[in-house]
């Protein structure tokens, strides 16, 4: 009933509060960026509020704080043309508000509204809001808010505000520190409670620590209890984090599982790990000659993946003062010993770490690049002749399955590209199915590559073919995923991160297009447990092993992540490369889930994917469990 009432009285007694408002500062930055300062004028009573607000314009995503008096600001995401609300309180008073704004693009605000609603309605929201993924345990999470709300005296309704309010905030060294003093202490409990049921003998490992790491005695012990717990491993590493000048914990890398691509481009383990003696000794002379980051380097990468283990805890602690001068000098002589030890084409440094390059095999294997169109000449024209124009791999064929277009500019435009040899226009007469579009283009495809291309892609690096082709043509890789961006330069695509949201997320979704990312993870070839099908490449014959896409049960959403996740089931490894830069002009020609029939589609499609694939989307391996389940940016966790 509060509900009912909340949605019947907003539009006939609180207005829109947009004409209220003033420009108090408006500037932009180079062509993109856009920050503006509004203030309005206007008395709130103290109590609880459900804020409104939507916006009109270019942008992608904006960022804006609501700011009232002195009090703290409040931090909203916008999407263009998305109605958001949030629960807010009012402890006092207010006569004047005022709003920020940072958006990439042309941004204007056009709604916003304070509706008045109860206290009850408000918590009941609050709670849904922090309890909406699935992964999330309800009485555990009230029992922690009673819990805090006892201890700390406060009301349980401010408790929960106060929780709710970390979901949209950014992460700072404070939140880490409540991390440390709260929630490390329940993990390192329940680690300790599993491992010290093991008999161990101690002597059987050794704990390599860098000079410039710090790690405790008992953290050595608990790091080699769990490699203990594991017969088959050799090797276990965990995660670490920086002291500063006073001796505060902060800036904490929450790693990944092993990684092997990763691990090649970026030594995230050789600072603090176990390993079995008899392990290091049967490799004592390689250790000997190039040192514990070098042998690392050989040895690793042809290791499966039950050797090598991963401890989600931060048990490694970098000084403040330690420096590294000889970076660069130890970056080159990585890359020279990997150079000259693995079969690489190229070893060089880049930024944040290694670029390791794979050879095409020669002669060059064709290409069958698949675009599914339905009308929308402007955005597959584009794409096209990107393709043609810009790309430097020479042996690929454009298919564009046609699906049902009737536009008569469009259909012209067909006898006209067909022209060029290396497109070919096949008509798919049936309706909209994503993954049978697919799967009957690589059914006519006649390359031993498949590529599938999202219609509102365009090229940016003319190499991006030629590096999709490298690392996909390696025997031990499966799908491999570009670097996709927004039109207005924030990242749209860098890999694709289990469990977050409904079924999976974008990693580093609307970062700025130069960010070196989470730990330099934006700059380096990686594996991740899928990628979008906006720009995948994948071997012919691993895409007729798995069956394709499945057209049955995910017609439209996440087969890519479905298919990749088969892949992976298959026994390859799935890749990100950040050397393959496009544009993703995203949904552009299908628009959004915005109808009842779509939504109970999406809806259907979910839950098969929650079936389907629960045990994966409980914890991906190219993620970490301490990061957040509902941001995309590599935040700390939600906790309360």
Known sequence: MLKLLYKAAKPYIYPNLIKSMTYQEKSSTGTLVQNQKLTLHSAFKPGWYMLELQAKGSFEVANLELRFADSRGVPLVVRPNKLIKRVMYLPTQMGQASV?????????????????????????????RLSAHPLINQAKLLARLEKKAASTNLAFSQVVLAAYNRLFAKVTDADYQRWVEELEPEQLEAYELELSQQPIQIDDYWVFVDDDFVCYEGSKKLLTQFLNQHPTAVLAYADQDHLDAYGHRCKPWFKTDWNPDLF??????????????????????????????????????SMPSSQILHLPLVLAHRRQASKQLNANADLKARAEILQEKLTLASVQPC??????????????PLVSLLIPTRNGLEILKACVVSILEKTSYKNFEIIILDNQSDDAAILEWFKQIQLEPKV??????????????????????????IGLINNDVEVISANWLTEMVAQASRPEIGCVGAKLYYSNGQIQHAGVILGLGHVAGHSHRFAERNSDGYYGRLKLVQNYSAVTAACLVVRREIYEQVGGLNERDLAVAYNDVDFCLRVRAAGYRNLWTPHAELYHHESVSRGEDDTPEKKARFDKEVAYMRATWAEELKNDPCYNPNLSRLREDFALREFV
């Open 100 to 128: 920020d704004v940072h958006a990439y693009g042309d941004f204007n605000l056009s709604l916003l509204r304070l509706v008045p609603i109860k206290q009850d309605f408000a918590q009941a929201r609050m709670l849904k």
């Open 264 to 301: 090649l481009a970026q030594d995230y383990i050789s600072n603090c790990f176990v390993c079995k003696k008899g392990w290091y000794l049967e490799h004592q002379a390689l250790f000997n000659t190039l040192g514990v980051k070098g042998a690392l380097a050989v040895l690793l990468p």
């Open 424 to 449: 070919r226009v096949l008509p798919f007469d049936y309706p909209f199915n994503y993954s049978a579009i697919n799967n009957f283009g690589a059914q006519q495809a006649k390359g031993s590559i």
């Open 351 to 364: 930024e944040q770490g290694l670029k390791v390059s794979f050879a095409v095999p020669q002669p060059e």
